[in-house]
């Protein structure tokens, strides 16, 4: 039992928002209790005690959208490698890595994402991989990885027709083995979609084995309209829009999951909100790939279940989103939106996701919540209080102040230092394959 107190408590309930000196009981997975400091010492003087030291505890953060695969890219550069669209970013860079992933490379990548995951206060995490060069096992490796470090994981791989029918069939028995796994083992930190890439890379017949192969078991997750790619070719090829595809093979669900939808309709809006479909913003790395602005505030007007992603561009999801106020309010011309949007989408709507997949009530300090919990090291100096807690997240926080990390009642990270994870031997063995993958790409 842990008693993590001696700080600001910010809670997310919104029937005790907010505790000036408080702390957080954890008994096994869940919170027993929240109050003050000293009543909490008193009623528990035999609990291990985790000192906030009068920093900011709080709910800690769920990434709904990111990609392992890509974490030994940090640092590389690719001969001949000059991007002037989407879809060479794609091929020269994205497409390239995960051509040459093998199974230690993939599990090098988990490493690296969990350990940075940790270190900015990710307990949860939607992860959309891909590793062509080898497939089969893939996801079980991560989910090895993801177990030992202690991060809640929802993972699916990344179905494809770009590398042949060989590969495309491979990876969809991928997700219908893992998915069968996951089903069977009834893990609550593990769970399973089904992936697949963007609909200019699926054909009629691909979706067709996967809607089979995938018999109800679970939701997709999937990009779609991240470039003008998916617009042209489904238009071109199928006579209608790409949402419109997604529909006819009933990929739309309350389970699913749409990544990016920047080029997206008003009328493509309106069928994602008739299944309850959930959209994931990625921010920065729609800036970073010069793809576009998503239209979440026309989607949040709708009423649609917008979550926060980073594609891995980041592991900060404060980072994420300031990031996507900063965008929303740059392409409307207008500094007076987005408030709401992105804050909701971060602090709400990505439990709400979770809440689909994971038993565990996420997001929230209360009784009975699992306790993932964070210490943020920030002492502020303007006024501090659950009323304008988003202020001070968006323009003083960032993700490695955090300090502390609790993920299902297990203490990952504390006062800057991993918890019974060997940082720099993990940390050798991924550069490791780092340079091994490299070698390949370069030569």
Known sequence: MYLLANGKVITRDLECPYIADGGVLIDNNVI????????????????QFVDAKGNVIMPAFINAHTHIYSALARGLSINGYNPSNFYEILDGMWWNIDRKLDIKATRASAYATYLDCIR???????????????????????????????????????????????????????????????????????????????????????????????????????????????????????????????????ILSDKTILGHCIHISEDEMDIIKSYDTMVVNNPQSNMGNAVGCSPILKMYEKGIMLGLGTDAYTHDMLESMSSALTIQRHNNQNPNVGWQEVTDMLFKNNAKICARYFDSTLGV????????????????????????????????????QCRTTFANGRLLYKDYEFVDIDEEKINAEILESAKSLWHKING
């Open 32 to 47: 027993k209790e929240i109050g003050t400091t000293k009543k909490l010492l008193e009623k528990y003087p035999d609990a």
């Open 365 to 400: 300090l209360k009784e009975g919540a699992a306790a993932d919990v964070v210490v943020m090291d920030y002492k502020p100096f303007t006024p501090f209080d659950n009323t304008n807690i988003d202020g001070h997240m968006i323009f003083g926080m960032k993700g490695r």
């Open 120 to 250: 900015n206060g990710v307990t949860t995490i939607f992860d959309h991989h891909a590793s062509f060069f080898e497939i089969k096992n893939s996801l079980f490796e991560i989910a090895d990885v993801a177990k030992e470090m202690g991060v809640r994981s929802c993972l699916c791989y990344e179905v494809s027709d770009r590398d042949g029918k060989d590969k495309c069939d491979e990876a969809i028995k991928e997700n219908a083995d893992f998915i069968k796994y996951t089903k069977d083992k009834k893990d609550d930190m593990l769970k399973a979609m089904f992936g697949m890439h963007a609909l200019f890379t699926i054909s009629d017949k691909t979706f067709e084995k996967c809607v089979k192969a995938n018999d109800n078991m679970t939701g997709y997750h999937i990009h779609i309209c991240e470039g003008t790619n998916d617009v042209e070719d489904s238009f071109k090829n199928y006579g209608m829009s790409p949402v419109q595809r997604l529909e006819k093979w009933g």
